[in-house]
């Protein structure tokens, strides 16, 4: 680094911070690997595509994008205000759920502050808070679950936020309502936690805790997602709800056009696309039943899941498995980066996908055993 640069970035920590790695583009492995045909179960993404009323609306938007988008978003956040019953000054739309959890820090944290996060989970919590001088705590996931006792024991008078994927990622495990009640009861009013429910639509357990219910509780932010179970994932779009006094903050630290024109009538499409939703849903609910039978007969174990996601323990370097299934044209998220060594995470995908998935594993998992 030249010398101006050097004195110029005098924030050296940010040198460094981990480089978020996302699943690899499906045009990247037909390129590298000379691929005609491949899939992509990496990212999470909704396998059945978008719903065709976003798809339908964006075209009847596209003539009108030489204009600056409603920057307030007006009809979509009133549209989700009438859905969640809150208040519209209580939402707060994003650049993707992502960029919540970036303008929650910035708005709440300062040098010395502390946050809460669960080791492995989304990575981009950790990455955010120490982006914005938080010292980050963390704590060992048990059992593959949040520990929600052993989080209690780390707040301290510096706590700021415990950051709850709920359910988790890349685990696809949730924290019941038991749990998170336990935890609220014991929990200083200084600290907000952050419920992560990009997963939501996808839950079907009867324990799990929608963490709107919690708003006249306890300081909480409860982020939601139009990436997963709306099939938005690459106009980027999510929503937030808190407190309107924190969503007032959070507001004013935003850029003033963050969602996108054709995001926000995507978006708002989507919402009263019922078909899609519940075809969504179907999809996974089928995929994961599938799946876990695949894995049985493979006397692979895996983790059961409340997501459209399922992480699966292939009981040898999973990097290396990964590899080998890249070069059957098929994208698995390898776990290596979230030091799950033996484990590879993979998207509930079509019928189709799942089965050229499985496929392709039993291939590489036999091959792998022979070298043995
Ligand atoms: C737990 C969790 N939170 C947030 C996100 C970000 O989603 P979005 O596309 O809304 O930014 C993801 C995406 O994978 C996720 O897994």
Same mark, same amino acid.
């Given at each position: 680094?030249s010398?101006?640069?050097?004195?110029?970035?005098?924030?050296k920590?940010l040198?460094?911070?981990?480089?978020?790695?996302?699943?690899?583009?499906?045009?990247e492995?037909?390129?590298?690997?000379?691929l005609?045909a491949?899939?992509?179960?990496?990212s999470?993404?909704?396998?059945?595509?978008?719903?065709?009323?976003a798809?339908?609306?964006?075209?009847q938007?596209?003539?009108?994008?030489?204009?600056?988008?409603d920057?307030?978003a007006?009809?979509?956040?009133?549209?989700?205000?009438?859905?969640?019953?809150?208040?519209?000054?209580?939402?707060?739309?994003?650049?993707?759920?992502?960029?919540?959890?970036?303008?929650t820090?910035?708005?709440l944290?300062?040098?010395?502050?502390? *946050?809460i @996060?669960?080791?492995?989970?989304?990575?981009? =919590?950790?990455? +955010?808070?120490?982006?914005? $001088?938080?010292? #980050?705590?963390?704590?060992?996931?048990?059992?593959l679950?949040?520990?929600?006792?052993a989080?209690?024991r780390?707040?301290t008078?510096?706590?700021?936020?415990?950051f709850l994927?709920?359910?988790?990622?890349?685990?696809?495990?949730?924290?019941?309502?038991?749990?998170?009640?336990?935890?609220?009861?014991?929990?200083p009013?200084?600290?907000?936690v952050?419920?992560?429910?990009?997963?939501?639509e996808?839950v079907?357990?009867?324990?799990?805790?929608?963490?709107?219910?919690?708003?006249?509780?306890?300081? *909480?932010? @409860?982020?939601?997602?139009?990436?997963?179970a =709306?099939?938005l +994932?690459?106009?980027?779009? $999510?929503?937030? #709800?808190?407190d309107?006094?924190l969503?007032?903050?959070?507001?004013?630290?935003?850029?003033?056009?963050?969602?996108?024109?054709?995001?926000?009538?995507?978006?708002?499409?989507?919402?009263?696309?019922?078909?899609?939703?519940?075809?969504?849903?179907?999809?996974?609910?089928?995929g994961?039943?599938y799946l876990?039978?695949?894995?049985?007969?493979?006397?692979?174990?895996y983790?059961?899941?409340?997501?459209?996601?399922?992480?699966?323990?292939?009981?040898?370097?999973?990097?290396?498995?990964?590899?080998?299934l890249?070069?059957l044209?098929?994208?698995?998220?390898?776990?290596?980066?979230?030091?799950?060594?033996?484990?590879?995470?993979v998207?509930?995908?079509?019928r189709?996908?799942?089965?050229?998935?499985?496929?392709?594993?039993?291939?590489?998992?036999?091959?792998?055993?022979?070298?043995?």
């Amino acid at each position: 680094m030249s010398a101006e640069l050097d004195i110029l970035i005098d924030k050296k920590f940010l040198l460094d911070l981990p480089v978020y790695q996302p699943g690899k583009p499906i045009e990247e492995v037909q390129r590298e690997h000379k691929l005609k045909a491949v899939i992509k179960l990496a990212s999470n993404e909704n396998a059945l595509g978008p719903s065709p009323k976003a798809v339908e609306a964006i075209k009847q938007s596209l003539k009108t994008i030489h204009r600056y988008p409603d920057g307030g978003a007006y009809y979509l956040k009133h549209r989700l205000a009438k859905k969640l019953g809150v208040g519209a000054s209580s939402i707060i739309l994003g650049n993707g759920s992502d960029e919540l959890i970036v303008l929650t820090l910035r708005a709440l944290i300062g040098g010395g502050d502390e *946050v809460i @996060v669960a080791t492995p989970t989304f990575l981009i =919590y950790e990455i +955010a808070a120490r982006a914005c $001088g938080a010292t #980050v705590v963390s704590v060992p996931l048990r059992h593959l679950r949040y520990d929600l006792p052993a989080i209690r024991r780390m707040v301290t008078a510096k706590t700021k936020i415990i950051f709850l994927a709920n359910p988790d990622n890349p685990t696809g495990t949730y924290v019941t309502k038991e749990e998170v009640d336990a935890l609220l009861d014991r929990l200083p009013p200084h600290v907000l936690v952050y419920f992560d429910e990009a997963y939501f639509e996808f839950v079907e357990e009867r324990n799990y805790p929608n963490g709107l219910h919690y708003l006249a509780r306890h300081p *909480v932010m @409860v982020t939601r997602s139009f990436s997963k179970a =709306y099939g938005l +994932a690459g106009l980027r779009i $999510g929503y937030g #709800v808190a407190d309107a006094r924190l969503i007032s903050c959070l507001e004013r630290l935003r850029e003033p056009f963050n969602v996108n024109l054709l995001a926000q009538v995507a978006a708002l499409a989507a919402l009263d696309d019922h078909r899609h939703l519940a075809q969504t849903r179907k999809l996974v609910r089928e995929g994961k039943r599938y799946l876990y039978r695949k894995f049985q007969e493979l006397g692979l174990r895996y983790i059961p899941s409340a997501t459209n996601f399922v992480l699966l323990d292939v009981g040898r370097d999973s990097h290396a498995v990964s590899q080998a299934l890249l070069k059957l044209g098929v994208i698995v998220r390898d776990m290596t980066v979230w030091k799950l060594h033996q484990y590879l995470r993979v998207t509930i995908g079509t019928r189709a996908e799942n089965e050229r998935f499985v496929k392709a594993l039993k291939k590489t998992l036999l091959r792998s055993s022979d070298k043995e």
